[in-house]
Every structure is written in structure tokens, then in C-alpha cells.
């Protein structure tokens, strides 16, 4: 089991920052992937960020490619979500999530552990 518990949502302006965190309790850590989905309302789920349990290797969205930054300290059992740049588009909950395996991957069905979500609102 992994418990995961997302934090650091907010309302921000266009063009502002956020970090969302992520920290993780029960199975090691250090042996999965993490990732970041959001969802707006209205629409499915979709892919945000990922990265592998050394913190080597991450994969993003397009959308948010050279926007956002997704790390990993494995000693604090977190995972972090730099967003910068930020644009109307960008609402919605945010899910952190947690896979049995230690490579990253696009597809929600790969995560087998889900935080609750935090909201990110980004106004015009």
C-alpha cells in the first residue's frame, strides 16, 4: 500500500507559479514511479508528468513541456511539481499517483495508488 497526500494548490494569476507536492507514506518509496494527472471539469483525466524511481528519467505532457518540472527527493518520500508559466488552461484537480513499476508511464491505468487531488485555478 502507498498512501499518497497532495498539497500546494491555490488560485494563481496567468503567467504565475505554483508547486504542487506530493508526500508518500507506506511501500518504499524509492521503488516506483510517480506521476502527475489533472482533471478539469467536464473532461477525463489526463497525463501531466512522470518520473522514474531514481529520478532519472521523466516524460512529459505537451502541453506542459518546458512549463512544468516534476522531481523526486527520496528521502523526504515526496514528489514535487514545479508549474511555471501558468495559463487558463492549466485548471483543474491535481492527482498525484504511484506505479509498482520503476519506469514512468503516459497511461493512468499504469498507477495503481491515487492522492485525493488539490485544485489548481489559474485566472485570466
Known amino acids: 500500500q502507498v498512501q499518497l497526500v497532495e498539497s500546494g494548490g491555490g488560485l494563481v494569476q496567468a503567467g504565475g507559479s505554483l508547486r504542487l507536492s506530493c508526500a508518500a507514506s507506506?511501500?518504499?518509496?524509492?521503488?516506483?514511479?510517480m506521476g502527475w494527472f489533472r482533471q478539469a471539469p467536464g473532461t477525463e483525466r489526463e497525463f501531466v508528468a512522470a518520473?522514474?524511481?531514481?529520478?532519472?528519467?521523466?516524460i512529459y505532457a505537451d502541453s506542459v513541456k518546458g512549463r512544468f518540472t516534476i522531481s523526486r527527493d527520496n528521502v523526504k518520500n515526496t514528489v514535487y511539481l514545479q508549474m511555471n508559466s501558468l495559463k487558463p488552461e492549466d485548471t483543474a484537480v491535481y492527482y498525484c499517483?504511484?506505479?509498482?513499476?520503476?519506469?514512468?508511464?503516459?497511461?493512468?491505468?499504469?498507477?495503481?495508488?491515487w492522492g485525493q487531488g488539490t485544485q489548481v485555478t489559474v485566472s485570466s
Open positions: 499517483a504511484a506505479s509498482l513499476r520503476p519506469i514512468p508511464t503516459m497511461t493512468s491505468g499504469g498507477y495503481s495508488y
Open positions: 507506506g511501500r518504499t518509496f524509492s521503488r516506483v514511479a
Open positions: 518520473i522514474s524511481w531514481g529520478g532519472g528519467s521523466t
